[in-house]
Every structure is written in C-alpha cells, then in structure tokens.
C-alpha cells in the first residue's frame, strides 16, 4: 500500500472511528438542518469545515502551533453543543444568503477540531520531512469519511421527515437535543481544570 492510500485510509477511518464519537457528532449537527436537496450546500459547508481542518492540521505537523490538548479536548464537545443550540433556531429552510453563518461555524470550528487530531497524525508522520502529500492524503480522506456520516445523517432524514412525515423542525429540534445530550456529557468529562 503506498503512503497516499494509507493516509487516505488512516484520515477516513479515523473520522468514522466510533471511539471518536465526538467528530461524528459534531458533523451530525452540522447538517441536520438539510436534507438531500441541500447537497450542493452541504458540500459548502463540510468543505469549510475541513479547511479549518486542515489548516490546524498542518500548522500543529509542521510545529507552527502548540496548545494544551486538554483544553482542545474540552472545546470540541463544545463546538458540537454550540452547533446543537444553533440548530434550535432554524424556522426556515430557505436561506437567502449565499453564505450562511453556520459556513462561518464549520469553518472556525474546524480548526479546533483540526488541533485535535494533530497529535494523532504526528506520531503517524513521526520526523518524515516531506509530509505534504501524508497531509493532502489524510485530509481527503477526513472529507470521504465526513460525507459518509453526512449521508448517513441524511438518509435518517429522509426516513423521518419524507416517509414516516415527522415534521422536519421537530427532527431537527430532537436529533439536536440528543447530540447536545451527549456533547454535555463530554464537556463534564473533559473538564480541563
């Protein structure tokens, strides 16, 4: 297997990896407010998350950036319950900017969430000087295993709201309030003082 296929796999892998249930969550609660009709915005806006992803990604590999993995522990359960609240106020499904503010969400907050996976993925490249490519491959893959998720949360969605008729602000509201449950009880855990 060469490098690019085994870090494309490592990165796709890792982003569906249940005992990193905290990265599921936080892409669920992202796109819990579209359905399959939405997928040009869904790409938007699991892309943008991906680039901040990205970007923490490579700083942290190439030692640019340090911060305590305690408090990015912390903050990414944090991430999800604040993308959890701001499902809450979604009445409408149109949006009429081109940009929504949860782009600007996905983007911020992947960067937290790009800071914790750095030190998984350092000791994956250890001191390879040429990790350009182990990086691309990695977060390609990341973006694979997210829109795996993604159509996972999206095939629940169609058989909520489209076949079984539960109204979508309800989907949204109770999908919302089990993954702010759950990120709750992470942030408690991982409480860094």
């Excluded at 923490?56 to 903050?75: M, Y």
Aim: glycine share 8%; charged share 10%; with cysteine.
């Amino acid at each position: 297997m060469n490098d690019f296929q085994l870090y494309f796999t490592l990165g796709r892998q890792h982003i569906a990896d249940w005992q990193g249930i905290d990265h599921i969550l936080f892409v669920m609660a992202l796109c819990l407010r579209y359905q399959f009709t939405d997928w040009r915005k869904i790409l938007v806006l699991i892309t943008a998350f991906t680039i901040g992803h990205s970007v923490t990604l490579a700083l942290s590999a190439f030692n640019l950036v340090h911060f305590s993995t305690k408090w990015i522990e912390f903050l990414i359960p944090v991430t999800i319950v604040i993308t959890a609240i701001s499902n809450v106020f979604v009445k409408k499904f149109v949006y009429k900017s081109k940009f929504p503010f949860i782009y600007f969400m996905a983007l911020g907050f992947g960067l937290i969430h790009g800071l914790g996976f750095s030190n998984y993925l350092k000791s994956l490249l250890g001191t390879d000087e040429s990790i350009i490519l182990q990086l691309l491959a990695f977060n390609i893959g990341l973006e694979v295993g997210q829109l795996l998720i993604v159509a996972g949360v999206l095939t629940v969605s169609l058989i909520l709201v489209q076949l079984l008729k539960l109204g979508r602000r309800d989907y949204i509201l109770w999908m919302s309030g089990g993954v702010f449950a759950l990120a709750m009880q992470m942030c408690l855990q991982r409480w860094p003082f």
